[in-house]
């Protein structure tokens, strides 16, 4: 870390894309102007210093964009990337590439014994988040994991109304997201191919049940449907339906269902189209994004190039009424906050007492890495059971800490267990 007289968490990105554009960019192009400050640590400032990517496009993309909006950063492509990355010297790093190339990138960082910031989700196995909790142990380095829907202010309302005992017990609930096609389309043509929106999507939804609500996950089955964005008989999945049970102290279920989809004509309103239904003992919350928003319409623009309804809850650009122009929400709040933890850690007080800071940032489960388990238990479940699915094996269910193994799936027909992960969830 760098000397007291010029405190600095240098950052590190890998992978640049919509995520960087829509959260990242906005944060370190902020804090390049206003450092970041708190009583706890003092002024700090967070210096973007390397970014890895594919091939280094997006990287030269946003220099030139970018402008004085922030510093002068290395740009490392191609196959060893990460390796120059690190080599270039960072505090911390981010992945923010597809979901299925988090792993290598967070282990080389965690190896390094650098801090580590992940997006959702975190991994898509137990087995790679067992090694790379390990790793974050062994090396005494923070691995986060970003779940900004959880910072969204309705999602926080209900949370402490659950917390304060005003809505009592969880019964059951239902989830949708629905995304344009441009998404899957064009966006993010390039990688998904064999994925499904539930595990890019739906696993927000996942982790919002399981901090919100606690409980034992229990029953994962999945269901979706295929040939808008790839082959009919293709393991590329257009929409999937997903349901989880979970089971409480009093011994009582609740089920989950999960809807996903980005084939959603363009023209729809929506950017994203959010619902959530979530019923108790003694009372029904609802939120829907479309209802708690703003419409608008402009000619030759809504709703394709601009849509008729914003989410400017998770993300807003802004003219400020002092003239500033200033981009927020809590997509970007997210990523500060794991900053701001960090930071903390780091020059909160003196050296000695660095282990103590560290263990209580690492107690806070919404953004901890090895508090991730069953959200990656059900993402690993609906992975395995989409691919049975893909392979003319439908309607498999998966089993949580069962007489077989800590995650294991079953046929319908077939005696045989396969088990996914052996060890207790």
Not at 333 to 338: G, L, S, Y
Not at 378 to 389: F, N, R, S, T, Y
Request: hydrophobic letters at 40%; proline letters at 4%.
């Amino acid at each position: 870390m760098s000397t007291p007289t010029h405190k600095q968490l240098r950052a590190g990105m890998v992978g640049m894309g919509m995520i960087f554009d829509e959260t990242y960019r906005p944060f370190l192009e902020r804090t390049h102007v206003e450092g970041l400050y708190d009583r706890k640590f003092g002024d700090i400032d967070v210096p973007l210093t390397a970014v890895a990517t594919r091939t280094g496009s997006r990287a030269d993309k946003y220099r030139k964009e970018a402008g004085s909006n922030i510093g002068p950063f290395a740009s490392y492509s191609g196959t060893d990337a990460v390796a120059k990355m690190l080599a270039a010297g960072v505090d911390f790093a981010c992945v923010a590439t597809p979901d299925d190339r988090h792993f290598e990138g967070a282990k080389q960082i965690l190896e390094a014994g650098v801090n580590l910031l992940i997006e959702k989700p975190s991994v898509l196995r137990l087995q790679e988040l067992d090694e790379l909790v390990e790793i974050a142990h062994r090396k005494s380095v923070l691995a986060k994991v970003v779940y900004h829907k959880l910072l969204d202010p309705d999602h926080k309302r209900m949370r402490t109304l659950v917390a304060d005992g005003v809505l009592q017990h969880i019964n059951n609930g239902y989830c949708s997201l629905l995304e344009p096609k441009l998404i899957s389309g064009a966006q993010f043509s390039e990688w998904i191919t064999g994925r499904n929106p539930g595990t890019y999507v739906a696993v927000h939804y996942i982790k919002l049940i399981d901090f919100s609500f606690g409980g034992r996950l229990k029953t994962i089955t999945a269901t979706g449907q295929r040939g808008i964005v790839g082959p009919q008989d293709g393991p590329t999945w257009d929409s999937t339906q997903m349901r989880m049970v979970y089971e409480y102290a009093d011994g009582r279920e609740a089920a989950f269902d999960i809807h996903t989809s980005w084939v959603t004509p363009d023209n729809f309103p929506g950017y994203v189209e959010q619902e959530v239904q979530f019923r108790f003992d003694n009372g029904v919350w609802n939120g829907h994004s479309r209802k708690r928003g703003i419409e608008l319409t402009v000619e030759g623009k809504t709703p394709v190039e601009m849509k008729t309804t914003i989410n400017t809850h998770y993300n807003g650009k802004s003219l400020e009424p002092w003239g500033q122009r200033s981009q927020r929400g809590y997509g970007i709040e997210v990523i500060e906050r794991f900053a701001r933890e960090l930071a903390y850690v780091e020059f909160g007080g003196d050296v000695a007492g660095r282990a103590a800071r560290f263990a209580e940032v690492q107690k806070l489960a919404y953004n901890e890495l090895a508090a991730d388990r069953q959200t990656v238990a059900a993402v690993q479940a609906l992975e395995a059971i989409l691919a049975h699915a893909a392979n003319d094996e439908p309607d498999c269910v998966v089993r949580v800490n069962g007489v077989d193994g800590g995650l294991v799936l079953y046929r319908p027909g077939s005696s045989h267990a396969e088990v996914l992960y052996l060890p207790k969830v």
